[in-house]
C-alpha cells in the first residue's frame, strides 16, 4: 500500500520520531490503553502534498487559529494507543491540514483516522507558540504517574513549589529543564478552558503539569519535548 511517507525521507524521519517517543511512553508506563497524545507541525511539506485531496470532509476545530493557516501536522488518533503508535504510525496517526479559514481541518494521509480529542488544546498552542516566533515544533501529552500523584497534595500545586523540589532533588532537572515545571488546576481534559490556561503557563514554561492528570511539553522537536518530562520523571 502507498503512504504519504513513500519517497519523502524528511517527514518519514519525522513521524518515526513521533512513533520512537510513543513506544518511550508506553515501555515507561505512561500511556495506559490511549492514553496521551502527540501532535507534531510538520516542516517539510512539497507541493504535491498541497495538492492531495481531503479524506473527508472539513471538520471544525471550535476555534479560529489565525497562525495555523495552511499547516499540516502529524497527530496521534483518538482512541489509538501509544504502543500501536510505536508500531504503526500511518494506522494509528494521521496527517492534517488546517484549512484557509483556520477553524477546520482535514484528514490529507495515510488513513482517515480522526486526530487526537485534545487536537483543539494541542492546536491552540501550536497557534500560540507560532505566534511568538517560537520555533517549537511539538506537543507531547502524557501521564508520567509519580509526577501526577504529587499534585494530590495541595502543597505542590502552588506556584514553583514542586518545580523548586525537583531541582533541589535531581541536579539534571535544573540542567535539562530549566524553565520549570508549570502547574495548571484542573480542567475538563479536551476542553477550552484547560487549552487556553494552558497557553498563558506557556509564556513561563515548557513542561505543564495538569493537575490530577498528566503533563503536557513543547519542543523544537518530539524528542526533545519527551526528554524534557523523561528529566522530570
Ligand atoms: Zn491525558
Not at 50 to 70: D, E, F, M, Q, V
Not at 144 to 168: C, G, Q, R, Y
Not at 214 to 220: F, R, T
Request: hydrophobic residues 40%; contains cysteine.
Amino acid at each position: 500500500m502507498s503512504s504519504i511517507l513513500d519517497n519523502r525521507p524528511e517527514l518519514t524521519k519525522q513521524v518515526w520520531e513521533v512513533a520512537e517517543v510513543a513506544g518511550y511512553l508506553w515501555q515507561k508506563g505512561w500511556a495506559e490503553r490511549n492514553g496521551g497524545n502527540i501532535t507534531v507541525n510538520i516542516t517539510v511539506i512539497d507541493d504535491e502534498i498541497r495538492k492531495l485531496p481531503p479524506l473527508g470532509r472539513a471538520i471544525s476545530i471550535g476555534r479560529t487559529l489565525p497562525y495555523l493557516k495552511n499547516a499540516y501536522f502529524f497527530c496521534k488518533g483518538t482512541n489509538k494507543r501509544m504502543r500501536d503508535l510505536a508500531r504503526y504510525p500511518m494506522e494509528n496517526g494521521s496527517i492534517i491540514r488546517i484549512s484557509k479559514d483556520c477553524a477546520h481541518y482535514e484528514i490529507i494521509a495515510d488513513q482517515a483516522v480522526k486526530p487526537t480529542s485534545e487536537l483543539a488544546s494541542h492546536l491552540s498552542m501550536h497557534n500560540h507558540l507560532i505566534g511568538k516566533g517560537s520555533n517549537y515544533k511539538a506537543v507531547v501529552h502524557t501521564h508520567p504517574i509519580d509526577l501526577i500523584a504529587m499534585t494530590h497534595n495541595p502543597e505542590f500545586l502552588k506556584k514553583d513549589v514542586l518545580t523548586n523540589l525537583l531541582w533541589s532533588m535531581i541536579p539534571e532537572t535544573r540542567a535539562f529543564c530549566p524553565r520549570g515545571l508549570g502547574i495548571i488546576p484542573y480542567a475538563l481534559p479536551g476542553s477550552f478552558e484547560l487549552a487556553d490556561a494552558t497557553l498563558k503557563e506557556l509564556e513561563d514554561y515548557d513542561v505543564l503539569m495538569w493537575e490530577k492528570h498528566g503533563v503536557c511539553a513543547v519542543g523544537e522537536n518530539v524528542m526533545e519535548a519527551f526528554d524534557m518530562i523523561d528529566t522530570l520523571s
